[in-house]
T-cell receptor, first 114, second 116 residues
Framework: AQTVTQSQPEMSVQEAETVTLSCTYD???????LFWYKQPPSRQMILVIR??????QNATENRFSVNFQKAAKSFSLKISDSQLGDAAMYFC???????????FGKGTHLIIQP | KAGVTQTPRYLIKTRGQQVTLSCSPI?????VSWYQQTPGQGLQFLFE???????NKGNFPGRFSGRQFSNSRSEMNVSTLELGDSALYLC???????????????FGPGTRLTVL
């Protein structure tokens, strides 16, 4: 079975600074997809960024980018110029090509200090 | 385009009762997946429906069931409720096509179920 590990239960960063959230996963599949979702206090799960495993180029979405290291099975999220609205729980998620449903990590609580 | 909607947003039930939750996907999406979120277990996949058929299933007891209608709306039912079923239930919709990021799942706001 696939597993996703987020080793940082909580991170804190100053507004306008850069922060990196870690995620590692374990799989024997070669075809899979990785995602970062954000869950603010409203509990609405919002897609932040996504990556196809077969693409070597790291995905970017405005201030959000990933560092995808396939051999190391690592998928970290970098948030640049942190804003107060970035405060939320961040979940790393995996889905295989067979699409059995997303497997989520335990989440990282991101605090933005003004 | 309207997002995923879930009703009701909050529910309070007592042990032994049953409950039905509803999810309307994004227009054009044919796949609906359900997830349970609890503080202890985190986010866990319940099942996925595509074209009115259950396509994938997580590791949950048979008390958890679902169905999908021809308009892709989905319902989830939990029978004989237990205290441990208290959770946020999230549904997500996607195009449901084979492989690719086109199958990205978009989530609804969730239904908060409290079992007393």
């Amino acid at each position: 079975a696939q597993t996703v590990t987020q080793s940082q239960p909580e991170m804190s960063v100053q507004e306008a600074e850069t922060v990196t959230l870690s995620c590692t996963y374990d799989t024997s599949e070669s075809d899979y997809y990785l995602f970062w979702y954000k869950q603010p206090p409203s509990r609405q799960m919002i897609l932040v960024i996504r990556q196809e495993a077969y693409k070597q180029q790291n995905a970017t979405e405005n201030r959000f980018s990933v560092n995808f290291q396939k051999a190391a099975k690592s998928f970290s999220l970098k948030i640049s110029d942190s804003q107060l609205g970035d405060a939320a729980m961040y979940f790393c998620a995996y889905i295989g090509g067979g699409a059995d449903g997303l497997t989520f990590g335990k989440g990282t609580h991101l605090i933005i200090q003004p | 385009k309207a997002g995923v909607t879930q009703t009701p947003r909050y529910l309070i039930k007592t042990r032994g009762q049953q409950v039905t939750l509803s999810c309307s996907p994004i227009s054009g999406h044919r796949s609906v997946s359900w997830y349970q979120q609890t503080p202890g277990q985190g986010l866990q996949f319940l099942f996925e429906y595509f074209s009115e058929t259950q396509r994938n299933k997580g590791n949950f007891p048979g008390r958890f069931s679902g169905r999908q209608f021809s308009n892709s709306r989905s319902e989830m039912n939990v029978s004989t409720l237990e205290l441990g079923d208290s959770a946020l239930y999230l549904c997500a919709s996607s195009l449901g096509l084979a492989g690719g990021l086109v199958n990205t799942q978009y989530f609804g706001p969730g239904t908060r179920l409290t079992v007393l």
